[in-house]
């Protein structure tokens, strides 16, 4: 058929089906707001008291009267559902804590990793005597403590956290939890031993052997299985936004790493495409739903205030669950597969501009006349700050698939520089915050040296920032002295040197800054500094009343 | 939103959708694909070779994927005409690659064929590409005080060596530039028919 017909018919089946959605969500009232789904994690009464566990009771104080706004109710907070959500958090916190403990583990080892693999780029004789020290290993060990060891450990974190406090009830089946985080985190060490040996399946972000996979199944597998059963025995009638994101997110890495690497299904360049599909997936489906996810809990959490438009949460939802799954082909334009795959993937990485303005939009709305509490409050500053780098770093992505810009970036050190820009200045800062606000509820405990918080903060902060800002310059540089047949393919080389420096300079901030927190961390799980909330280890009295005042 | 069935419905036929697009159908198009006429399996010494290369990530600086001339100077840097799906039928697992902080190659056996050169550019890549950021892969090798009979020595140029010694090939470095030299992708395929 003629590609004019086609494209006409489908541009015609396309906007019935628009308008059918369209008559549907009328019927069902989503085009009306809804803020009583929107304030679920609120108790009856909480409105307007701000929350922000990372803060001593002073500054909590302090916090309060700058958020205080006309209207607000004087009445105190439900004593019942109050107690509901301590009894939440109690159950998870053995699991939680225990996920936080290694994705600290893993940062550090992950981090050092990644240094030394930036420093070997523009230092390419130094520790080359064993194979285990050479860049495609080391690399490789950075990738995967970062990702499966750093981000998942602590977003399963969250996510257990965070479900039964969403649910008001306790977690079902702690000790499957932490089974299957004892799993999870043997297959990582095993996967990273293994890559450092010289095993590995030869395919980036799947590199941790299939064998070795088969724990981080069994692990993800004890997981599912309680968060789901938490999720049947539910005493809340409406599911806030972050349960959809966090739910969705667990099956969904879940099945996208089994398929992935079943053995001895692919070949040649159809595996490529497979391989892309979950090398993206593993960003689009489980790191930006969690940390989307936590952003919609934590930062109307900390401000006392529901989100802007519950409406618009629930349409980001949907359209980034459908949208982003396909977008892997953008990793292969140019590349020998078939034409059709790649253009479909442009197609949906421009339309993953919708749930990214959705979620902007809404933050911004919640936000408004209200940013100045960052200046306040720890948790908040983290959450901000990786909202607006998601923001930022989708559009990047988006405008990045499309064939002209692909053409100057692809192969470069720009992909680079965007994938940190998303995995850490998006999902990393957000587990920071997520993790400065939990933890005090874990343990029972206050932070420490609230001033290292500050610090870690600016550290990573600055660390990125140098890091992007310099690896988008040099990898541009590189794209265009590539694509310059008159230039000698060294130049493009060259030209990268002083940039890849940079870089390094920005990963021994973001370095430093890991080792303060860690530092933090360990400072509090071993009841150094003041103590505060005056609680002993899993077994606290009513914190939240504490905080609650 | 109250019904979490719907809600777990609604991810796995979105996860579902993605599948059927990226995974089944380039599956179902490209599975039959056979091989050009001048594409042989690689040898055994290649085979080995390749694993060396995956081992030692090689895969995360050098791509095998030269593009159409329309698109990038990659045919006139020397690196092939573009690949096509044929070239790729003995690849498991692949090693499309997506970086070029070195230059791709899918045919460095044609532009490089040299085993010296190999070896050599493997011990110590600024010995021939000055200004080269690549790893030197020493452990690769082994430095004797004189050679054996069966022994490959390296011909490294004046003042790269171990002063009073010999550098010798390990079998990994043997099989990895056999497998560097079997990158061949210069036959000529047929254009895609036209649809």
Same mark, same amino acid.
């Not at chain 1, 030394?116 to 004789?125: E, N, R, Y």
């Given at each position: 058929?003629?590609?004019?017909?086609?494209?006409?018919?489908?541009?015609?089946?396309?906007?019935?089906?628009?308008?059918?959605?369209?008559?549907?969500?009328?019927?069902?009232?989503?085009?009306?707001?809804?803020?009583?789904?929107?304030?679920?994690?609120?108790?009856?009464?909480?409105?307007? #008291?701000?929350?922000?566990?990372?803060?001593?009771?002073?500054?909590?104080?302090?916090?309060?009267?700058?958020?205080?706004?006309?209207?607000?109710?004087?009445?105190?907070?439900?004593?019942?559902?109050?107690?509901?959500?301590?009894?939440?958090?109690?159950?998870?916190?053995?699991?939680?804590?225990?996920?936080?403990?290694?994705?600290?583990?893993?940062?550090?080892?992950?981090?050092?990793?990644?240094?030394?693999?930036?420093?070997?780029?523009?230092?390419?004789?130094?520790?080359?005597?064993?194979?285990?020290?050479?860049?495609?290993?080391?690399?490789?060990?950075?990738?995967?403590?970062?990702?499966?060891?750093?981000?998942?450990?602590?977003?399963?974190?969250?996510?257990?956290?965070?479900?039964?406090?969403?649910?008001?009830?306790?977690?079902?089946?702690?000790?499957?939890?932490? =089974?299957?985080?004892?799993? =999870?985190?043997?297959?990582?060490?095993?996967?990273?031993?293994?890559?450092?040996?010289?095993?590995?399946?030869?395919?980036?972000?799947?590199?941790?052997?299939?064998?070795?996979?088969?724990?981080?199944?069994?692990?993800?597998?004890?997981?599912?299985?309680?968060?789901?059963?938490?999720?049947?025995?539910?005493?809340?009638?409406?599911?806030?936004?972050?349960?959809?994101?966090?739910?969705?997110?667990?099956?969904?890495?879940?099945?996208?790493?089994?398929?992935?690497?079943?053995?001895?299904?692919?070949?040649?360049?159809?595996?490529?495409?497979?391989?892309?599909?979950?090398?993206?997936?593993?960003?689009?489906?489980?790191?930006?739903?969690?940390?989307?996810?936590?952003?919609?809990?934590?930062?109307?959490?900390?401000?006392?205030?529901?989100?802007?438009?519950?409406?618009?949460?629930?349409?980001?939802?949907?359209?980034?669950?459908?949208?982003?799954?396909?977008?892997?082909?953008?990793?292969?334009?140019?590349?020998?597969?078939?034409?059709?795959?790649?253009? =479909?993937?442009?197609?949906?990485?421009?339309?993953?501009?919708?749930?990214?303005?959705?979620?902007?939009?809404?933050?911004?709305?919640?936000?408004?006349?209200?940013?100045? =509490?960052?200046?306040?409050?720890?948790?908040?500053?983290?959450?901000?700050?990786?909202?607006?780098?998601?923001?930022?770093?989708?559009?990047?992505?988006?405008?990045?698939?499309?064939?002209?810009?692909?053409?100057?970036?692809?192969?470069?050190?720009?992909?680079?520089?965007?994938?940190?820009?998303?995995?850490?200045?998006?999902?990393?800062?957000?587990?920071?915050?997520?993790?400065?606000?939990?933890?005090?509820?874990?343990?029972?405990?206050?932070?420490?040296?609230?001033?290292?918080?500050?610090?870690?903060?600016?550290?990573?902060?600055?660390?990125?920032?140098?890091?992007?800002?310099?690896?988008?310059?040099?990898?541009?540089?590189?794209?265009?002295?590539?694509?310059?047949?008159? #230039?000698?393919?060294?130049?493009?080389?060259?030209?990268?040197?002083?940039?890849?420096?940079?870089?390094?300079?920005?990963?021994?901030?973001?370095?430093?800054?890991?080792?303060?927190?860690?530092?933090?961390?360990?400072?509090?799980?071993?009841?150094?500094?003041?103590?505060?909330?005056?609680?002993?280890?899993?077994?606290?009295?009513?914190?939240?009343?504490?905080?609650?005042? | 939103?109250?019904?979490?069935?719907?809600?777990?419905?609604?991810?796995?036929?979105?996860?579902?959708?993605?599948?059927?697009?990226?995974?089944?159908?380039?599956?179902?198009?490209?599975?039959?694909?056979?091989?050009?006429?001048?594409?042989?399996?690689?040898?055994?010494?290649?085979?080995?070779?390749?694993?060396?290369?995956?081992?030692?990530?090689?895969?995360?600086?050098?791509?095998?994927?030269?593009?159409?001339?329309?698109?990038?100077?990659?045919?006139?840097?020397?690196?092939?005409?573009?690949?096509?799906?044929?070239?790729?039928?003995?690849?498991?697992?692949?090693?499309?690659?997506?970086?070029?902080?070195?230059?791709?190659?899918?045919?460095?056996?044609?532009?490089?064929?040299?085993?010296?050169?190999?070896?050599?550019?493997?011990?110590?890549?600024?010995?021939?590409?000055?200004?080269?950021?690549?790893?030197?892969?020493?452990?690769?090798?082994?430095?004797?005080?004189?050679?054996?009979?069966?022994?490959?020595?390296?011909?490294?140029?004046?003042?790269?060596?171990?002063?009073?010694? @010999?550098?010798?090939?390990?079998?990994?470095?043997?099989?990895?530039?056999?497998?560097?030299?079997?990158?061949?992708?210069?036959?000529? @395929?047929?254009?895609?028919?036209?649809?």
């Amino acid at each position: 058929m003629d590609s004019a017909i086609l494209s006409l018919l489908g541009a015609f089946l396309l906007s019935i089906m628009g308008l059918f959605v369209f008559i549907w969500s009328m019927r069902k009232g989503l085009l009306v707001e809804n803020p009583q789904a929107a304030s679920v994690i609120f108790a009856p009464g909480e409105i307007g #008291r701000v929350d922000d566990p990372a803060l001593q009771a002073p500054a909590q104080a302090g916090l309060q009267a700058a958020a205080a706004e006309p209207g607000d109710a004087a009445h105190a907070p439900h004593p019942q559902a109050l107690a509901q959500r301590i009894a939440a958090d109690r159950s998870s916190a053995f699991p939680v804590f225990m996920f936080i403990a290694f994705a600290c583990l893993w940062l550090l080892l992950g981090s050092v990793a990644g240094l030394t693999a930036s420093l070997k780029l523009h230092m390419p004789d130094w520790l080359t005597g064993e194979a285990w020290q050479t860049f495609g290993r080391v690399r490789t060990v950075h990738l995967t403590a970062v990702l499966y060891g750093w981000i998942t450990n602590a977003a399963l974190g969250v996510i257990v956290w965070l479900l039964p406090r969403l649910l008001r009830t306790p977690l079902a089946g702690a000790m499957w939890v932490m =089974l299957g985080g004892a799993l =999870l985190n043997i297959g990582i060490a095993s996967a990273i031993g293994a890559i450092g040996a010289g095993w590995n399946d030869g395919m980036e972000y799947l590199e941790m052997p299939w064998q070795i996979g088969l724990f981080v199944v069994a692990g993800m597998v004890c997981i599912v299985g309680p968060a789901l059963y938490t999720l049947a025995r539910r005493q809340v009638e409406s599911l806030y936004v972050s349960v959809w994101y966090h739910v969705a997110a667990l099956l969904w890495i879940t099945l996208l790493f089994l398929v992935a690497k079943l053995p001895g299904v692919h070949f040649g360049v159809q595996q490529a495409t497979m391989n892309w599909w979950y090398g993206h997936n593993v960003l689009g489906l489980w790191f930006t739903p969690v940390s989307v996810g936590a952003i919609y809990y934590f930062l109307p959490k900390v401000i006392g205030r529901p989100v802007r438009s519950y409406n618009l949460s629930i349409l980001g939802f949907w359209t980034l669950a459908f949208f982003y799954g396909q977008v892997g082909g953008h990793h292969l334009v140019g590349g020998p597969v078939p034409g059709w795959l790649v253009t =479909l993937s442009i197609v949906q990485s421009m339309m993953m501009i919708i749930p990214v303005a959705a979620f902007s939009i809404n933050m911004a709305g919640t936000l408004r006349g209200r940013m100045h =509490l960052a200046r306040q409050s720890p948790t908040l500053r983290f959450m901000m700050f990786g909202g607006l780098m998601y923001m930022l770093s989708s559009l990047q992505g988006s405008f990045e698939a499309l064939r002209a810009v692909n053409q100057v970036t692809h192969f470069t050190h720009f992909t680079v520089a965007h994938a940190h820009l998303g995995a850490y200045g998006f999902v990393t800062m957000v587990l920071f915050g997520a993790i400065y606000f939990m933890l005090p509820r874990v343990l029972g405990w206050e932070w420490p040296y609230p001033r290292l918080i500050a610090l870690q903060f600016w550290l990573a902060a600055t660390g990125i920032g140098i890091y992007f800002t310099g690896l988008t310059i040099g990898g541009w540089l590189q794209g265009t002295y590539m694509l310059d047949a008159t #230039r000698p393919f060294m130049d493009s080389v060259a030209v990268t040197l002083p940039w890849l420096q940079w870089r390094s300079a920005g990963g021994a901030l973001m370095l430093a800054s890991h080792l303060v927190f860690v530092g933090h961390v360990l400072a509090m799980a071993l009841r150094f500094g003041p103590q505060r909330t005056g609680a002993a280890l899993f077994s606290q009295p009513a914190v939240e009343f504490a905080h609650g005042k | 939103m109250e019904n979490e069935v719907k809600l777990a419905a609604g991810a796995m036929v979105t996860l579902g959708l993605a599948t059927a697009a990226l995974v089944v159908l380039p599956y179902i198009q490209v599975r039959d694909v056979q091989a050009p006429e001048g594409l042989k399996p690689y040898s055994s010494a290649a085979l080995r070779g390749r694993a060396v290369y995956i081992a030692n990530g090689c895969v995360y600086c050098h791509t095998q994927q030269p593009r159409d001339r329309g698109f990038a100077p990659d045919f006139e840097r020397g690196w092939g005409r573009a690949s096509v799906p044929g070239d790729y039928v003995y690849d498991r697992p692949h090693l499309l690659g997506s970086m070029r902080t070195g230059p791709d190659l899918l045919n460095i056996g044609v532009r490089q064929p040299s085993k010296d050169w190999h070896l050599g550019h493997l011990y110590q890549p600024r010995a021939y590409v000055p200004g080269s950021i690549m790893p030197a892969y020493p452990y690769l090798f082994e430095a004797k005080a004189a050679a054996e009979p069966g022994d490959a020595t390296l011909k490294l140029p004046p003042g790269y060596g171990p002063p009073g010694q @010999v550098v010798v090939a390990r079998p990994e470095a043997l099989d990895l530039v056999a497998y560097l030299q079997a990158l061949n992708r210069s036959y000529p @395929v047929l254009p895609p028919a036209p649809r």
